[in-house]
C-alpha cells in the first residue's frame, strides 16, 4: 500500500510540474501587462512631444531611450533628446521655456515625475564635428548603458 501512495504523490507531482511549464507563458504575460503602462504613457508623451517640437523646428526630431529589465519585461526609466540640424536651433529649443513647460505638463498628465525623465537637446552639427558621429559620446551614454 506504500508503494501505490508513493506512484500517486510521484504521479501528482508530475502532472503539477507539467501544469506550471504550461502556465509560465501565461503568467509572464500576466506580469509584463502590469508593467506595460508605463510604456504605454512613455509612447505617449514621445508622439506628443514630437509634435510639440516638430510645431517649432520641422526638421527636429525626438528620441526616446528607455532603460528595461528583461524579467518581467518592462520600462524601469525613460529620456527623451531633441535632435536638431544646427547647434542654433538646439540653443533656441533648449532655451524655450515654453517647451519645457509644455513637456512637464505632458509628464504630470500622464502621471509621470517631471524631475524623474530627463529632456536634452543635441544637433547634428555637434554630433559631426565634435563626436565624429558617434552618437553615444554626443548623448552623453557610455557604452555600459546601451
Known amino acids: 500500500m506504500t508503494e501505490w501512495k508513493t506512484l500517486v504523490w510521484v504521479g501528482a507531482g508530475i502532472l503539477a510540474l507539467r501544469m506550471l511549464w504550461f502556465l509560465k507563458p501565461l503568467v509572464q504575460d500576466l506580469a509584463s501587462d502590469l508593467h506595460a503602462p508605463m510604456a504605454r504613457k512613455a509612447e505617449r508623451v514621445h508622439t506628443e512631444l ?39 536651433e538646439r540653443d533656441r529649443l533648449a532655451a ?18 517631471p524631475d524623474a525623465v530627463p529632456l536634452g537637446f543635441q544637433s547634428r552639427e555637434t554630433a559631426g564635428r565634435d563626436f565624429e558621429g558617434d552618437w553615444s559620446k554626443a548623448l552623453g551614454r557610455s557604452q555600459e548603458e546601451d
Open 96 to 113: 524655450d521655456q515654453g517647451l519645457k513647460a509644455a513637456f512637464e505638463a505632458l509628464l504630470t498628465a500622464r502621471r509621470l515625475a
Open 50 to 88: 514630437r509634435q510639440l517640437v516638430r510645431a517649432s523646428s520641422p526638421d527636429s526630431e525626438v528620441w526616446q531611450f528607455a532603460e528595461m529589465s528583461s524579467h518581467p519585461p518592462s520600462v524601469l526609466s525613460v529620456a527623451f533628446w531633441v535632435i536638431t540640424g544646427t547647434d542654433v
